[in-house]
């Protein structure tokens, strides 16, 4: 899905899970679940938040989802009976609020 914007994307590849955040230290993390409480609307991203999305067949895993605590486990409201949504969408709309309460930041 990245056709020609490779070129645009700075990937970092780590060892396991605390790699991972041993390598972003200082940054506050949003876990987006479906068990979560916080609406992700009702948060203040800030530009150096980290949002961490799961496989969309199962989601994160449990151990990963215990090191947040309920003010950083975030959900995207869903409609009574319905499906979450897909993984590629959830992103989209997540990662566009937060660009947006940052004044599109870098954005033309």
Known sequence: AGLDYHD?????VHADW??????LPD????AL???GSRNYAAVSFQADDVLLFGPESRGLPP????????DHRLRLPMLPGSR???LSNAVSV????AWRQNG???GA
Do not use: H, I, Y
Request: proline share 3%.
């Open 104 to 106: 599109f930041a870098g």
């Open 94 to 97: 997540v990662v566009f609020e």
């Open 63 to 70: 151990e990963v989802l215990a090191q947040f605590d309920a």
């Open 84 to 86: 979450s949504m897909n």
């Open 8 to 12: 645009m994307a700075c990937v970092r």
């Open 33 to 35: 679940t479906t068990k």
């Open 27 to 30: 940054r506050r993390w949003f």
């Open 18 to 23: 605390p790699a991972v955040r041993a390598a």
